[in-house]
C-alpha cells in the first residue's frame, strides 16, 4: 500500500459536462500518473507528472488536462465529457524500487459512465 | 503488433495445476513488472525484475533478457488466484513510460 486515494470512487455523468478526478498520495512521491483501462486495451497513459507544476502528456491525452499544485495531489479533468471516455481511471505513483528502478503502486480506480 | 505480447488471452485450470502465463516484448527494457488485478478490484504489483528469477510463495517469476522474454508461474493454483495478470515493461532510457500488456485472465476451478 503506497498510500493512495482516489475519488469520486465511481461517477456518472452526461456528455459534455466537466469531470474532475482526484488522485492523493501521502508518501511524497515525485512522479504521479494517469492511466485508463478499457476493455481489449492494456492500461494506457494520460498524463503524467513529475514535480509540482510538471506535467507531461501521454499517449491518450487529447481531450484531457491535469494539474498538480501540491506534491500530495493530481488532478485529472475532462473539459466536457464524451461517451468515449467511459472507462476505469487508475492514479499510480513510481516508488524507487531495488537497484534504482521504480516500481508503480496504483490506486483503487475510479468508474467513470459518460452518459 | 503490440511491444508488448501476453499468453494466453484466456486460462481455465482446475485446481491445484501449474500455471504458466507468458510475456514477450520488443523494446529494451530496464525493468518488467508483473500485476495482478482480482475482478472489479485495484491493481496490485507483484514483481519487479531485471534480470533472473524472483519467488513470492506460490508465485515464480523468470526473465531472459536477451530472448526478450518473461514469464510467471503459478505453483498448487487456488481458485483465489483467479485474476487478470498484467505483464509492463520500462522501456530502456524512458523512465517515465511503461507500456502495458493486455493481460491474461485467469480462471481456477474448485
Known amino acids: 500500500d503506497a498510500g493512495i486515494t482516489q475519488s469520486p470512487r465511481h461517477k456518472v455523468t452526461e456528455t459534455g459536462t466537466p469531470v474532475t478526478l482526484r488522485c492523493h498520495q501521502t508518501e511524497n512521491h515525485r512522479y504521479m500518473y494517469w492511466y485508463r483501462q478499457d476493455p481489449g486495451h492494456g492500461l494506457r497513459l494520460i498524463h503524467y507528472?513529475?514535480?509540482?507544476?510538471?506535467?507531461d502528456k501521454g499517449e491518450v491525452s487529447d481531450g484531457y488536462s491535469v494539474s498538480r499544485s501540491k506534491t500530495e495531489d493530481f488532478l485529472l479533468t475532462l473539459e466536457s465529457a464524451t461517451s468515449s471516455q467511459t472507462s476505469v481511471y487508475f492514479c499510480?505513483?513510481?516508488?524507487?524500487?531495488?537497484?534504482?528502478?521504480?516500481?508503480?503502486?496504483f490506486g483503487p480506480g475510479t468508474r467513470l459512465t459518460v452518459l | 503488433k503490440n511491444e508488448v505480447e501476453q499468453s494466453p488471452q484466456n486460462l481455465t485450470a482446475q485446481e491445484g495445476e501449474f500455471i504458466t502465463i507468458n510475456c514477450s516484448y520488443s523494446v529494451g527494457i530496464s525493468a518488467l513488472h508483473w500485476l495482478q488485478q482480482h475482478p472489479g478490484g485495484g491493481i496490485v504489483s507483484l514483481f519487479m525484475?531485471?534480470?533472473g528469477k524472483k519467488k513470492h510463495g506460490r508465485l515464480i517469476a523468470t526473465i531472459n533478457i536477451q530472448e526478450k522474454h518473461s514469464s510467471l508461474h503459478i505453483t498448487a493454483s487456488h481458485p483465489r488466484d483467479s485474476a487478470v495478470y498484467i505483464c509492463a515493461v520500462r522501456e530502456w532510457g524512458r523512465d517515465d513510460k511503461i507500456i502495458f500488456g493486455k493481460g491474461t485472465r485467469l480462471h481456477i476451478l474448485p
Open positions: 525484475l531485471s534480470s
Open positions: 507528472s513529475y514535480g509540482v507544476k510538471d506535467t
Open positions: 499510480a505513483i513510481s516508488r524507487q524500487g531495488l537497484g534504482s528502478y521504480n516500481e508503480q503502486f
